[in-house]
């Protein structure tokens, strides 16, 4: 990729500002685990294995700049900033995923004291970093035998290498295709109200040169009707046991729209973000945002003062609507609740199918 999402720097995290883009590409150097946690709420840096990887670094820098070597004071200041961390966006299980890693390697404390264990935080965050950015190489490895020559391609919000350590999942599986010499159209929902089709998966198709057609979100259903979409990949911010599936809202009507014209419709995910202790979709919290979001746009008013508007960041999709789920681990095909059970358990990085 020609840019980077987020970088250890040593003494500060830097990230490139999602904010910002596409009008400016500026990166944001976040030098305390505060402002790191800032920058996830405010989504400065987003997406799920993006968040997860910025919160473990955020917990790395804090136990840097710690002072104390007292086992027990270097815990509790720790734990207070994973608890920070886990406290900035309720829904993208990776999130929590990467603070439970960082806590397994906090826990040492008590045994190999806080030398050793500062020098495994860190360590733990870089490969929870690098294992992210293989993980995404293997998804996208795993699905581009879904793309076709000649195919049209609908992905939704952002789930490309702005939204993981690098690469991404949704558009990992693009660009393993585009690398294999396939040649298709990728059709980006701009994804009301944040943008993120608009502003970050159209920036990184422009930039990897893969030819990409932007459409406001509710064009999909004209576009399906007219035959010119082959398949809908999509990310997913958390996956309940039965393959129920949180990603960005908007997910789950896309889905509707693919299973009343026959399309396939698959998620693009690391096991990371398989949550197993859920039973269904209904159980994932979904983050609602300030409503603002809606009646305004970047700091604009759009609509009439007063009015009440409703901001779900996230919808889900019944596993009914899905026909495979992307992994490092394969694609993974119902009876889900079976198959991911079984993957989640594997070490390896055999099929299931
Ligand atoms: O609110 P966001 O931008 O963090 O939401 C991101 C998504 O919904 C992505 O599709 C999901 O996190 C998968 S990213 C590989």
Not at 46 to 58: E, L, Q, S, Y
Request: aromatic share 6%; net charge positive.
């Amino acid at each position: 990729m020609k840019f980077k999402t987020i970088e250890w720097k040593g003494d500060r995290v830097r990230m490139l500002d999602q904010r910002k883009l596409p009008q400016e590409v500026r990166y944001l150097d976040c030098r305390n685990a505060s402002s790191v946690a800032h920058a996830i709420r405010t989504m400065a840096i987003r997406g799920a294995p993006a968040i997860g990887v910025a919160a473990a670094m955020g917990i790395a820098l804090a136990a840097r700049r710690i002072r104390s070597n007292q086992p027990e004071r270097f815990q509790k200041s720790l734990e207070r900033v994973c608890d920070e961390m886990s406290r900035t966006r309720p829904t993208a299980v990776n999130l929590f995923w990467a603070v439970n890693r960082m806590r397994k390697m906090l826990n040492l404390v008590h045994a190999d004291g806080v030398e050793k264990t500062r020098r495994r935080l860190i360590e733990e965050a870089l490969r929870i970093f690098k294992e992210d950015v293989e993980v995404n190489k293997k998804i996208g490895s795993n699905g581009k035998r879904l793309i076709h020559s000649g195919d049209g391609i609908l992905t939704h919000c952002n789930a490309g290498a702005l939204a993981t350590g690098g690469f991404g999942t949704a558009l990992g599986v693009i660009y393993a295709a585009r690398d294999e010499g396939k040649q298709f159209r990728v059709f980006v929902d701009e994804t009301r109200p944040m943008l993120q089709g608009c502003r970050l998966t159209a920036w990184e198709l422009v930039q990897e040169k893969i030819p990409a057609t932007l459409i406001t979100d509710n064009m999909a259903g004209v576009l399906m009707r007219k035959g010119l979409v082959h398949l809908v990949v999509v990310g997913a911010d958390r996956i309940a046991r039965n393959g129920d599936t949180a990603n960005k809202i908007g997910t789950y009507g896309l889905a509707v729209l693919s299973k009343s014209h026959g399309i396939p419709f698959y998620v693009a995910a690391p096991t990371s973000t398989l949550d197993l202790s859920l039973t269904s979709g209904e159980e994932i919290p979904i983050e609602e945002r300030n409503i603002s979001e809606v009646t305004h746009f970047r700091g604009y008013p759009i609509a009439p003062k007063g009015v009440e508007a409703f901001n779900p960041a996230f919808d889900v999709t019944p596993h009914s609507l899905i026909h495979g789920i992307i992994t490092e681990k394969g694609i993974i095909r119902k009876p889900f609740e079976r198959n991911l059970k079984r993957i989640k358990a594997s070490p390896g990085l055999e099929r299931t199918q």
